[in-house]
């Protein structure tokens, strides 16, 4: 698909800056906008066309549904139809970084094109200052994905977006450096027991302490439940070698808690020296970027634990490993 070049304004934070990336969201433009998890590239989510804008500045497979995003509950109760534990998970970690996957209720202003045509929506409210102000100047849900080339690193700084996307979406607000660094959780409720699409900030053992045992994540590539899950994902040039335990010969490490030596590695760099699992997943897509502009040919990655945020780590991690 040709895609439509065009200046690329860096916008703050400020008022008049906020309205005008509100103006160009409504007249169907492409802003990037931070979040808590990471960069979004947003579309006004009524307007198809504005949507397809999205796909082709990402140059993403049209099959894959985005998430819609609105500053608050309330709003978002209107596009879909909650059932009583989609219910209880809202009000718990909203605003934050969740998603619930949810029928679309009859009200829904969604197009079909940010649905790829299932009839289910994905809603989230981002807990970002910035955001909030965006979605409530919009005026309507904005559908984001990450602000990334498809198949590429998520970005979590303004920096990320304009090196992939720079000369092909309207504005970037730049708001410095995303906190939690990792995708939202995805939750599907969809009448039965909750069952999650793909693990992200908000960790499996909380959304349980409000809704009970969940249904088992969905990993698998093609799955229907999420069709965007393809297993090459989060993809660095460098290859991934995962779980090492001593380094080789022209690698690049990423180390966790200081369990891998510096000593040959090509560049080094450790998500958390202290062991903090929310540290280590604000600093994974940064630092995967910094070691593959070492040039190494591969990174070595040491094991990271998987309870709490740990799972969204070694996701991605397993993602950017896997065969492209
Ligand atoms: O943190 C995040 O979630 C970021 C920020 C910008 O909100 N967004 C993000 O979006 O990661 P994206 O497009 O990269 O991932 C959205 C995922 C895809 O895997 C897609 O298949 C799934 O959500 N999804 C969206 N709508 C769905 C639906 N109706 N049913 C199942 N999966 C859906
Ligand atoms: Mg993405």
Not at 136 to 155: C, D, E, F, K, M
Not at 231 to 236: D, E, I, N, R
Not at 291 to 298: C, E, F, K, P, T
């Amino acid at each position: 698909m040709q895609h439509r070049l065009r200046d690329t304004q860096i916008l703050g934070t400020d008022d008049a800056s906020i309205g005008r990336a509100a103006g160009i969201l409504r007249a169907g433009g492409l802003v990037s906008f931070p979040t808590e998890t990471v960069y979004g590239l947003g579309a006004d989510a009524t307007n198809g066309e504005a949507v397809a804008g999205i796909y082709s500045a990402k140059q993403r497979p049209a099959f894959n549904p985005l998430i819609s995003h609105l500053p608050s509950l309330e709003q978002a109760l209107v596009q879909g139809n909650f059932d009583d534990r989609a219910k209880q998970l809202a009000a718990a970690f909203w605003p934050g970084p969740l998603t619930l996957v949810v029928p679309v209720s009859a009200e829904c202003s969604v197009s079909d094109l940010a649905r790829a045509g299932l009839d289910t929506v994905a809603l989230r409210v981002p807990d970002h200052p910035v955001a909030q102000s965006l979605l409530s100047a919009a005026g309507r849900p904005v559908a984001a994905p990450s602000a990334n080339l498809s198949g590429t690193v998520s970005p979590t700084c303004a920096a990320h977006v304009l090196e992939g996307l720079g000369g092909r979406i309207d504005a970037i607000v730049d708001a410095g450096p995303c906190s939690v660094g990792v995708e939202s959780t995805i939750v599907a409720c969809m009448g039965g027991r909750p069952r999650i699409l793909r693990p992200g900030g908000v960790a499996r053992e909380d959304i349980e302490r409000v809704v009970g045992a969940i249904g088992e994540s969905s990993h698998a590539a093609g799955s229907l439940l999420a069709p965007g899950m393809l297993a090459s994902h989060y993809a660095p040039r460098a290859a991934m070698r995962l779980a090492a335990s001593v380094v080789q010969s022209g690698e690049a490490v990423l180390d966790f808690s200081g369990q891998l030596s510096s000593g040959s590695a090509v560049a080094y760099l450790d998500l958390s020296p202290d062991g903090d699992l929310a540290h280590a997943a604000a600093n994974l897509f940064a630092f995967m970027r910094k070691l593959d502009a070492s040039g190494a040919a591969q990174i070595a990655v040491a094991p990271i634990p998987r309870n709490g945020l740990g799972e969204a780590i070694n996701d991605r991690l397993s993602r950017a490993a896997a065969d492209r």
